[in-house]
């Protein structure tokens, strides 16, 4: 299906600065150059896989686990939220992943039931992913998302990541946002996909 | 008092939950409002309670813990970050000064609640909120969606 772009020109003309320049994030940019991790994972869909690329999608990445009853759930619902509210052919276009920081407890059934939980569109990509300790770490600790040397031997020692980040179609991080009230992050992210998908924000 | 307890119903009805304790020998009262405990996420076994402290009375008081009739037991947690990444930390209790407000919300602090079970969206739930130097406040709320 071919995807008309005038939605989200008009979106993007909303959100250009009156002086006419690039519209700005509401997030705020990588601390590094961070990329999209290419290890290959166990997925809640079944079977394995690496993070999709080259499918045109933005990925918004978190690093969380189902035990966790604050910052993991805030950041899906209220991205589900986000995804439900933009346009459906923004929504088309991400992908959502979680890979988990608890793999002891997260299998890719668990993962599945959990994310089943939030409402995302129906058209929208959601993967959790889970694997041996050593690959979540690299692969947590490549995005900036430190998680301690050994694995979690109780729920209560586990960590997740302190934002949802946003990579480009090329895999490039583009957008750190923070989950830091229950609606902050909704708006970013409403405010932010059309500008990612677009290419044309700074 | 009677239209207190009007108003108090008015609010509950309007999904509104809330305490007040009065200070004992003083002025003002402790009040908990707003409190909200959302559904976990699909198979997820503990719940967060979040909710507002008001203390007009003259004295601080901590938030000791908070008891719910669900689940196994509850804590208090702090959100603190490491990095680029949060962990929960248990903490023993909650200070809120003499005429302060304190928040219990998303990625600050919360109260935990641990091995609950089918917390249907709209069941109740009773919390009791405990101080060191207050009764207790009792509170019911209801499951709200995320």
Same mark, same amino acid.
Request: charged residues 15%; hydrophobic residues 40%.
């Given at each position: 299906?071919?995807?008309?772009?005038?939605?989200?020109?008009?979106?993007?003309?909303?959100?250009?600065?009156?002086?006419?320049?690039?519209?700005?994030?509401?997030?705020?940019?990588?601390?590094?150059?961070?990329?999209?991790?290419?290890?290959?994972?166990?997925?809640? $869909? $079944?079977?394995?896989?690496?993070?999709?690329?080259?499918?045109?999608?933005?990925?918004?990445? +978190?690093?969380? +686990?189902?035990?966790?009853?604050?910052?993991?759930?805030?950041?899906?619902?209220?991205?589900?939220?986000?995804?439900?509210?933009?346009?459906?052919?923004?929504?088309?276009?991400?992908?959502?992943?979680?890979?988990?920081?608890?793999?002891?407890?997260?299998?890719?059934?668990?993962?599945?039931?959990?994310?089943?939980?939030?409402?995302?569109?129906?058209?929208?990509?959601?993967?959790?992913?889970?694997?041996?300790?050593?690959?979540?770490?690299?692969?947590?600790?490549?995005?900036?998302?430190?998680?301690?040397?050994?694995?979690?031997?109780?729920?209560?020692?586990?960590?997740?990541?302190? #934002?949802? #980040?946003?990579?480009?179609?090329?895999? #490039?991080?583009?957008?750190?946002?923070?989950?830091?009230?229950?609606?902050?992050?909704?708006?970013?992210?409403?405010?932010?996909?059309?500008?990612?998908?677009? $290419?044309?924000? #700074? | 008092?009677?239209?207190? &307890?009007?108003?108090?119903?008015? &609010?509950?009805?309007?999904?509104?939950?809330? @305490?007040?304790?009065?200070?004992?020998?003083?002025?003002?009262? !402790?009040?908990?409002?707003?409190?909200?405990? *959302?559904? *976990?996420?699909?198979? %997820?076994?503990?719940?967060?309670?979040?909710?507002?402290?008001?203390? @007009?009375?003259?004295?601080?008081?901590? !938030?000791?813990?908070?008891?719910?009739?669900?689940?196994?037991? =509850?804590? &208090?947690?702090?959100?603190?970050?490491?990095? @680029?990444?949060?962990?929960?930390?248990?903490?023993?209790?909650?200070?809120?000064? %003499?005429?302060? =407000?304190?928040? &219990?919300? *998303?990625?600050?602090?919360?109260?935990?609640?641990?091995?609950?079970?089918?917390?249907?969206?709209?069941?109740?739930?009773?919390?009791?909120?405990?101080?060191?130097?207050?009764?207790?406040?009792?509170?019911?709320?209801?499951?709200?969606?995320?």
């Amino acid at each position: 299906v071919r995807r008309s772009p005038i939605p989200l020109v008009l979106l993007l003309a909303a959100a250009c600065s009156s002086s006419g320049g690039k519209p700005t994030l509401a997030g705020s940019p990588p601390p590094k150059a961070y990329v999209l991790p290419t290890a290959t994972f166990t997925s809640s $869909g $079944g079977g394995t896989t690496a993070i999709p690329t080259g499918n045109g999608k933005i990925t918004l990445l +978190y690093v969380g +686990y189902t035990g966790c009853p604050d910052v993991c759930p805030l950041i899906m619902a209220d991205t589900a939220l986000a995804l439900r509210t933009v346009k459906s052919n923004v929504a088309d276009r991400v992908q959502v992943v979680m890979i988990t920081s608890d793999p002891v407890r997260d299998t890719p059934t668990a993962l599945k039931t959990w994310l089943a939980g939030f409402t995302f569109p129906p058209s929208t990509t959601v993967l959790g992913l889970t694997s041996d300790w050593a690959t979540i770490h690299t692969a947590a600790t490549s995005i900036g998302v430190p998680l301690p040397d050994t694995e979690p031997a109780t729920v209560d020692q586990v960590g997740h990541g302190a #934002q949802l #980040q946003a990579f480009g179609t090329d895999g #490039q991080a583009l957008d750190f946002l923070l989950p830091s009230d229950p609606d902050h992050l909704t708006k970013d992210l409403e405010h932010d996909l059309p500008l990612l998908l677009s $290419g044309q924000a #700074q | 008092v009677r239209r207190g &307890l009007i108003a108090a119903a008015a &609010l509950a009805a309007l999904g509104v939950t809330f @305490g007040v304790q009065q200070a004992e020998g003083g002025s003002g009262s !402790l009040e908990v409002e707003d409190v909200s405990l *959302p559904q *976990p996420a699909g198979g %997820a076994s503990t719940a967060s309670i979040y909710a507002t402290i008001r203390n @007009g009375t003259d004295t601080a008081v901590r !938030l000791v813990g908070v008891v719910s009739d669900v689940g196994s037991g =509850t804590s &208090l947690m702090q959100e603190v970050t490491r990095g @680029g990444s949060g962990y929960m930390t248990d903490i023993p209790s909650i200070s809120v000064p %003499a005429h302060g =407000t304190v928040k &219990l919300s *998303p990625g600050v602090r919360h109260g935990m609640i641990s091995a609950v079970k089918d917390l249907v969206i709209g069941s109740r739930v009773t919390l009791t909120f405990e101080f060191d130097r207050s009764t207790p406040i009792v509170v019911h709320t209801t499951v709200a969606s995320r």
